[in-house]
């Protein structure tokens, strides 16, 4: 069975940074699309960034582009997503979310596109 859990969320003051680290098992995902998503209260969820490392292609949503970094381990079964220069609109529930999918805009920046996801994580950001 396919579990994506992710960690790493909490409270930081604007400015500050947070890594979240998204541990898959269940199958091998080397060969997979990963994603991070998010859901701030009240408002619908929104890609953040994505990574097809079988391309070494990155994606990032422009709020977040040059402030956030989509990584993954050598073994390719935990991704992560360090946060720079955190703002108070940033606060939000990440999640972490994968599968094989057409690695290419739009479908990699859609939740629909990707079949497993973690159960989230909350950063909230503080002014």
């Known amino acids: 069975q396919v579990q994506l859990v992710e960690s790493g969320g909490g409270l930081v003051q604007a400015g500050g940074s947070l890594r979240l680290s998204c541990a898959a098992s269940g199958r091998t995902f080397s060969g997979y699309v990963m994603g991070w998503f998010r859901q701030a209260p009240g408002k619908e969820r929104e890609f953040v960034a994505a990574s097809d490392w079988r391309r070494a292609s990155t994606y990032y949503s422009d709020s977040v582009k040059g402030r956030f970094t989509i990584s993954r381990d050598v073994a390719g079964n935990t991704v992560y997503l360090q946060m720079n220069s955190l703002k108070p609109e940033d606060t939000a529930v990440y999640s972490c979310?994968?599968?094989?999918?057409?690695?290419?805009?739009?479908?990699?920046?859609?939740?629909?596109?990707?079949?497993?996801w973690g159960q989230g994580t909350q950063v909230t950001v503080s002014s």
């Open positions: 979310a994968g599968g094989l999918l057409l690695a290419s805009p739009p479908h990699i920046m859609g939740a629909g596109s990707y079949p497993y």
